[in-house]
C-alpha cells in the first residue's frame, strides 16, 4: 500500500523558518520523481519544488532561493527546508511521487504564516 505522510507544518511568523518531512511506502522510492505542491485557499494547486531520482532539482520562482528539497533514498523521506518564510507561502503542503505515468499525493499539511 502506498503512503506518503506529511509533517512538519505549523503556525510560524514572518520571517522564521520551517522543515516538512514527507516519509513514504509501498512503491520503489529511488526511481519515483519527488515534488512538493502547495495550495492557497481560493487559488490553484501549484508547485513548489521537485527532486528528480538522480538528485537534479526544479523551484518555482516564488521560493528559489529560500527553500530547499532534499530525499534520502535509504530512508524514503523526502524534506522541503523552508527559511524566510513570507505570508504569501500559507498554504497546505503536499508531497508527491511521480514514476512511469503514475502519480500518488499525501493527505497535505498545513503552513500558516502570520504575524
Known amino acids: 500500500q502506498v503512503q506518503l505522510v506529511e509533517s512538519g507544518g505549523g503556525l510560524v511568523q514572518p520571517g522564521e523558518r520551517l522543515r516538512l518531512s514527507c516519509a513514504a511506502s509501498?512503491?520503489?522510492?529511488?526511481?519515483?520523481?519527488m515534488a512538493w505542491y502547495r495550495q492557497a485557499p481560493g487559488k490553484q494547486r501549484e508547485l513548489v519544488a521537485k527532486?528528480?531520482?538522480?538528485?537534479?532539482?526544479n523551484y518555482a520562482d516564488s521560493v528559489s532561493g529560500r527553500f530547499t528539497i532534499s530525499r534520502d533514498d535509504a530512508e524514503q523521506t523526502v524534506l522541503l527546508q523552508m527559511n524566510s518564510l513570507k505570508p504569501e507561502d500559507t498554504a497546505v503542503y503536499y508531497c508527491t511521487a511521480e514514476f512511469g505515468g503514475y502519480d500518488y499525493w499525501g493527505q497535505g499539511t498545513q503552513v500558516t504564516v502570520s504575524s
Open positions: 527532486i528528480y531520482g538522480g538528485g537534479d532539482t
Open positions: 509501498g512503491f520503489a522510492f529511488s526511481l519515483y520523481t
